[in-house]
């Protein structure tokens, strides 16, 4: 690679994006390239521990509001975290980013103020949606063995995936793939997207 990549992995609670990353970041790392694995929301700051509150339904806050909650909270994870790695030469792979902002936003917002309210972030160098069955996804919450927060609901969550190809439409570099397939051909089929395009 030429220069430290700033990836994303997207798409609704359950479909794969943690696993990718985490199978990735062991990818570089197994060939002597610096990478750091990271998540949205970071949760920094009194903004971060608000903002998970309300996640976990112990606060309510507005719908534009909690939008603007996850806007911060990026501020915080690119300053603090993304950038100072990339300046390092460490590439930077995050679970959630902008999409998942606009994706799940626009169950309550339109989705032309929260681009408005994204407009400023930097684009990622890749951003792999997973699409993946929402059935699916909500059987890997349910192992989980955790209560489920606020937006794991299946309508909810069928809306989130077709407002995630809506939102993609916006941004460069965006890659929908298929989340049902076996993990190791999903990030075969990562690694042959980014080896092509960063030589």
Same mark, same amino acid.
């Given at each position: 690679?030429?220069?430290?990549?700033? $990836?994303?992995?997207?798409?609704?609670?359950?479909?794969?994006?943690?696993?990718?990353?985490?199978?990735?970041?062991?990818?570089?790392?197994?060939?002597?390239l610096?990478?750091?694995?990271?998540?949205?929301?970071?949760?920094?700051?009194?903004n971060?521990?608000?903002?998970?509150?309300?996640?976990?339904k112990?606060?309510k806050?507005?719908?534009?509001?909690?939008?603007?909650?996850?806007?911060?909270?990026?501020?915080?994870?690119?300053?603090?975290?993304?950038?100072?790695?990339?300046?390092?030469?460490?590439?930077? $792979?995050?679970?959630?980013?902008?999409?998942?902002?606009?994706?799940?936003?626009?169950?309550?917002?339109? #989705?032309?103020?929260?681009?408005?309210?994204?407009?400023?972030?930097?684009?990622?160098?890749?951003?792999?949606?997973?699409?993946?069955? $929402?059935?699916?996804?909500?059987?890997?919450?349910?192992?989980?063995?955790?209560?489920?927060?606020?937006?794991?609901? #299946?309508?909810?969550?069928?809306?989130?995936s077709?407002?995630?190809?809506?939102?993609?439409?916006?941004?460069?570099?965006?890659y929908?793939?298929?989340?049902?397939?076996?993990?190791?051909?999903?990030?075969?089929? $990562?690694?042959? #997207?980014?080896?092509?395009?960063?030589?």
């Amino acid at each position: 690679m030429k220069k430290p990549l700033f $990836i994303v992995f997207e798409g609704v609670d359950g479909c794969g994006k943690s696993l990718q990353a985490k199978m990735l970041n062991a990818y570089f790392k197994k060939r002597g390239l610096k990478s750091l694995e990271t998540a949205e929301p970071a949760f920094l700051g009194k903004n971060g521990a608000k903002l998970r509150r309300v996640l976990q339904k112990k606060e309510k806050v507005s719908s534009l509001t909690f939008q603007k909650m996850f806007v911060q909270d990026r501020k915080l994870h690119l300053s603090k975290t993304v950038n100072p790695s990339l300046k390092k030469d460490v590439s930077v $792979i995050s679970s959630r980013y902008v999409l998942s902002t606009i994706a799940y936003g626009a169950i309550s917002e339109k #989705i032309e103020t929260l681009l408005s309210l994204n407009q400023n972030f930097p684009y990622p160098d890749f951003t792999f949606i997973l699409k993946t069955p $929402i059935e699916t996804c909500l059987k890997r919450i349910m192992k989980r063995g955790k209560e489920t927060e606020f937006f794991e609901k #299946i309508k909810i969550l069928k809306q989130v995936s077709r407002n995630y190809k809506l939102a993609a439409k916006n941004y460069p570099n965006v890659y929908i793939l298929n989340g049902d397939k076996n993990p190791e051909k999903i990030h075969k089929d $990562i690694l042959k #997207i980014i080896n092509h395009e960063s030589v």
